[in-house]
């Protein structure tokens, strides 16, 4: 058996997606499921804590957010490296993205100490308890930005040399050991809000230190390269535009939503959470085609590449099948979860066969996105979702608002942006022009 032949047979077998795929999803969850956790403690403390939270995280989350950016563009580049035969590259490029990371993350915390003030108030909308609590935690929870950098700059090069196990072990123990002291601290200590924060930062430092400690136990030289770092960075400044494109469409339909109405905008959140529910799971797909198709890439196996892509995006579309056929089938108990109040129901049922008819689409997309970035091919994704959003999804959901056509309307135009992400992501798949092998692209 050929080289060639002996790496597709490995790298498309439907168990070592699984193997790659499964590890992803749980660590994707862990972040959000803490959140839950901490949200259900703070929340017994009263409104004003609860809202501060609200305010305060969703700076954390942005934040976090970056970090999911460094770890997408590491994944990418330590896959070529590694599929090149050539661990010791695939780990420095973990090195210089966690150089960077920490640059970053030092200067969010800095940042916080100095702004926090300012940018909690502008959220709350004014002076008041809420803003003076939440800057009081932003400000303690900021000290957690380079662990938790750390930590995604870790992922990515992990992922990259495809060791899922130990990302789980990193991830899991400080969530589950913050979950523990969230509420001590918070009740028993008598920290109360900031007793949140400062189990957020424990969980994040410690994730951050046992990251750092696997490129230690390497043995690579740790010193910084800025040419790596300033490659790195071009990288993420193309996914960090597009994800600002995604951000920018999703908090426009928000918007136009809340121009429906109460229940209108009800509805939409509820059918918008549980989209981003399915993203989140088909998010772990394509986590496992970054890595796949790095390394097939960088061991010269474009024809590899070529059919593990093709069988990735056939799972992802059986994926989005599955969850459609769930979604379809809670569409009258699902939104009852979530409001008792009639209206918001009727609302969520105007989206609801849209939302059922694009999932197959989105799950064959979320996997091509993986597919691409594990190429490189970033920069076809950022044009690629500038123009599906400004060309397609932005115009829809205005005209929607225009001609009143509801939230049916609002998420016809999410269909859309779906659609034409699908078709250019496939005709990309077809011409083969992202196929570009070698440790480097």
């Known amino acids: ?25 749980v ?25 501060a939270l609200a305010v305060g995280g969703t700076v954390l989350t942005l934040i976090a957010w970056l970090g999911t950016v460094v770890a997408y563009g590491t994944t990418g580049r330590s896959a070529r490296r590694f599929g090149a035969g050539d661990r010791a590259s695939a780990v420095a490029e973990g090195v210089q993205a966690s150089w960077l990371a920490l640059g970053v993350g030092v200067l969010v915390a800095l940042g916080m100490q100095i702004g926090g003030g300012a940018l ?25 930005a380079p662990g938790l950098l750390l930590a995604a700059a870790g992922n990515g090069w992990l992922r990259g040399v495809q060791d899922m196990r130990r990302p789980l072990m990193f991830v899991l123990g400080p969530n589950v050991l913050s979950a523990v002291l969230c509420p001590l601290l918070v009740y028993p200590a008598g920290l109360g809000l900031v007793g949140s924060a400062v ?70 959140q509820i059918a918008l959470q549980l989209w981003f529910f399915t993203a989140l799971v088909l998010d772990a797909l394509a986590i496992a085609a970054q890595s796949l198709i790095g390394a097939a ?13 093709r069988r990735i995006g056939l799972l992802g579309g059986v994926c989005g099948v599955a969850f459609a056929v769930l979604v379809a089938a ?95 992501l496939l005709l990309r798949l077809r011409s083969g022009a992202w196929a570009v092998v070698g440790a480097v692209r």
């Not at 839950?36 to 004003?48: E, I, M, S």
């Not at 909690?120 to 957690?144: C, F, H, I």
């Open 297 to 309: 890439l960088g061991a010269g196996e474009a024809a590899a590449a070529r059919h593990l892509a």
């Open 199 to 268: 189990a957020n930062v424990i969980a994040q430092t410690i994730g951050g230190v046992l990251f750092a400690g696997a490129l230690v136990a390497e043995r690579v030289s740790l010193r910084p390269r800025p040419r790596l770092i300033g490659q790195q960075l071009a990288l993420s400044r193309d996914l960090l535009i597009r994800g600002v494109a995604f951000q920018a469409s999703f908090l426009s339909a928000t918007a136009v939503a809340a121009r429906f109405g109460a229940a209108a905008v009800g509805a939409h």
């Open 1 to 25: 058996m050929s080289q060639s032949v002996a790496f597709e047979t490995r790298a498309v077998a439907p168990r070592r997606i699984a193997a790659l795929a499964l590890p992803a999803l």
């Open 330 to 424: 809670g569409a009258g108990v699902v939104p009852g979860w979530f409001s008792s109040d009639p209206q918001v129901r009727e609302q969520a049922m105007l989206a609801w066969p849209w939302f059922v008819a694009m999932l197959p689409l989105a799950g064959v997309v979320f996997a091509l996105d993986g597919v691409l970035i594990g190429a490189g091919d970033v920069r076809y994704l950022r044009n690629l979702t500038l123009l599906a959003a400004l060309g397609g999804f932005l115009p829809a959901i205005w005209l929607a608002y225009g001609l009143d056509l509801g939230l049916g309307g609002i998420w016809a135009g999410l269909t859309l942006f779906v659609v034409l992400r699908l078709v250019a």
């Open 27 to 51: 660590v994707l969850a862990a972040e959000p499921i803490y959140v839950l956790v901490d949200t259900a403690v703070v929340g017994h403390l009263g409104r004003v804590p609860l809202a």
């Open 120 to 144: 909690a108030r502008t959220l709350a909308g004014g002076p008041g308890e809420v803003a003076d609590a939440a800057a009081q935690w932003l400000r303690v929870a900021a000290l957690g």
